[in-house]
């Protein structure tokens, strides 16, 4: 059934609105069930440790991209909102992955774990050895926070729901399986068991307490799903790259193979 016929089905705009709400987030739920990236055979491999050394750098160095990328997007975001109240809850998204002076933030985590893996730092930040997808896949993720309504772009992070569960299977998969992983670099995945949930909180009431049509519950799975496939093609390019083996002209390729 499609968003649209769920919604005609079980709501209108008469209906109780927290009844709507509790049906948006059943719904937004099952989407995360259906389509978020643990779900992606990638994710098996690595987590699994079937992935040798320069699969790993490969992944980390492109997910350099999307994390560096956030506290961009959470900065269109922000500039969404005429309401300082809204500003003044998300910007600490911002803060959270570029520390401020002298403090640490997610990015220089993100950094200790491809230096850890043995990439360059200048060579990570340059972005020059990531795949054309991640590049396109995660501008198109700026772009969707611009170009749709705020509802929309608030909606948008809601993959965060899902990520806890991700990052526990993530620590504890890679430190089991790989000799060059340590508690060290992984502490990137560690704080965002702290972050992430809160960050959803606050996202998910935020869209069941502003989508107050059929019309707005509609797009904001909409928006939802379009994350998820942010998400996941960014892991099948790596698959095709890395995996299959065919990295395309101009992509990082790994010493080890
Ligand atoms: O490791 C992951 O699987 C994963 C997924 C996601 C996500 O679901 O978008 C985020 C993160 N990590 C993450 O670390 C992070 O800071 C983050 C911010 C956002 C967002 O959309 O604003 N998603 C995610």
Redesign the pocket.
């Known amino acids: 059934m499609s968003t649209a016929e769920e919604f005609s089905a079980t709501g209108s705009a008469t209906e109780a609105p927290l009844m709507d709400a509790e049906a948006l987030e059943r719904r937004l739920r099952e989407i995360g069930a259906a389509r ?2 643990n779900l992606h055979p990638f994710h098996d491999l690595l987590h699994g440790g079937k992935l040798n050394r320069g699969q790993v750098q490969a992944w980390a160095l492109n997910r350099y991209y999307y ?1 560096s990328s ?1 506290p961009i ?2 900065a269109v975001v922000l500039s969404r909102f005429r309401d300082r109240e809204t500003r003044v809850e998300w910007r600490h ?1 911002i803060e959270d ?1 570029d520390g401020d002076r002298g403090s640490e933030g ?1 990015i220089e985590r993100w950094l200790k774990l491809t230096t850890g893996l043995g990439l360059d730092p200048d060579y990570v930040r340059s972005t020059e050895g990531i795949l054309p997808a991640t590049r396109f896949a995660v501008d198109a ?1 700026v772009n969707f926070v611009r170009d749709h309504s705020p509802l929309e772009a608030i909606a ?2 809601l ?2 729901l ?2 806890p569960t ?2 526990e299977q ?1 620590i504890a998969g890679m430190l089991e399986h790989y000799d060059f992983i340590n508690p060290d670099v992984m502490v ?2 560690r704080r ?1 068991l702290e ?2 949930p809160r ?1 959803a909180n606050f996202a998910l009431n935020y869209v069941k307490a502003h989508a107050t049509t059929p019309q707005m519950r509609e797009d904001v799975c909409k928006a939802l799903i379009f ?1 998820t496939n942010v ?1 996941w093609v960014q892991l099948d390019a790596l698959y095709h790259a890395y995996v299959s083996g065919f990295p395309p002209p101009g992509a990082f390729v790994p010493a080890e193979h």
């Open positions: 978020y990236h994390q956030i997007k959470d998204r992955h997610g993720y948008s992070s993959t965060e899902f990520a991700i990052h993530r990137y995945f965002r972050q992430a960050d994350k998400l």
